[in-house]
C-alpha cells in the first residue's frame, strides 16, 4: 500500500476501467489480503473529492469486479479509469516487526552500511518478485531500483528517517565497492 503520511490517507487500490455495462468497475487491490479493500469505508480519490463505498462482487483476472457507490454506467465507470483509492490510515490494521506501509518509505535517506549517502527513496514499486525501492539523488543520472531484501536492506530505522542498504556490487554507479 502506498499513500501520504501527510493527509493520513494510504493508497489501496485502483481501478483499472469498466467491467461490464451496468456500471461495474475492474479495480486493482493494493492490500496485503486483496479483498479487504472493501473493509475500510469508504474510499476516497487522491484530491479527495469523491468518495466511494465499495462492493466486490466477484474476483477477476487481476482483481476484482466492484461496485462503487454513484457509478451506475458504463461510461461513468470507464471515466474513472487510473484513478486511485484511497482509506483513512486509522482505518488499516497494525503492521508487525519489519513490516513497513510504503508511504512510511518514501522520503527517508538511504545509507550505505559506512554511512555514506546513497540518496532517498522515491517509490516502492512490485513487479511480481519482490519490492524495489526506487533511489534518487544527488550524483546519481538515473534512479537506482534496490531490493527490497534482508540481505540488500538490514536496517530501516523509522524514527531516524533512515534506511541503511548493502547494495549488490555494482548498483550504485560511481560508488568505489571496498
Known amino acids: 500500500m502506498t499513500g501520504d503520511t501527510k493527509t493520513g490517507r494510504v493508497c489501496v487500490g485502483a481501478i483499472a476501467g469498466a467491467f461490464g455495462v451496468r456500471g461495474e468497475v475492474r479495480l486493482k487491490s493494493f492490500c496485503a489480503n486483496p479483498a479487504d479493500i472493501a473493509t475500510y469505508g469508504a474510499l476516497t480519490t487522491e484530491d479527495g473529492s469523491r468518495s466511494f463505498t465499495v462492493t466486490l462482487t466477484r474476483p477477476v483476472k487481476n482483481g476484482f469486479a466492484a461496485r462503487l457507490s454513484g457509478v451506475t454506467g458504463k461510461e461513468a465507470a470507464d471515466a474513472l479509469r487510473g484513478v486511485r483509492l484511497h482509506a483513512d490510515r486509522a482505518l488499516l490494521p497494525d503492521l508487525g516487526e519489519d513490516e513497513f506501509y510504503h508511504a512510511d518509505l518514501i522520503g527517508l535517506t538511504v545509507l550505505d552500511t559506512g554511512g555514506t549517502a546513497l540518496g532517498t527513496v522515491r517509490a516502492v514499486l512490485n513487479h511480481g518478485a519482490t519490492d524495489l525501492l526506487e533511489i534518487g ?14 540481505e540488500a536492506v538490514p536496517t530501516v530505522d523509522m524514527a531516524a528517517g533512515r534506511i541503511v542498504a548493502d547494495p549488490p556490487d555494482g548498483l550504485f554507479p560511481d560508488r568505489a565497492d571496498d
Open 137 to 150: 539523488g544527488p550524483g546519481l543520472q538515473d534512479t537506482v531500483l534496490l531490493p527490497f531484501t534482508r
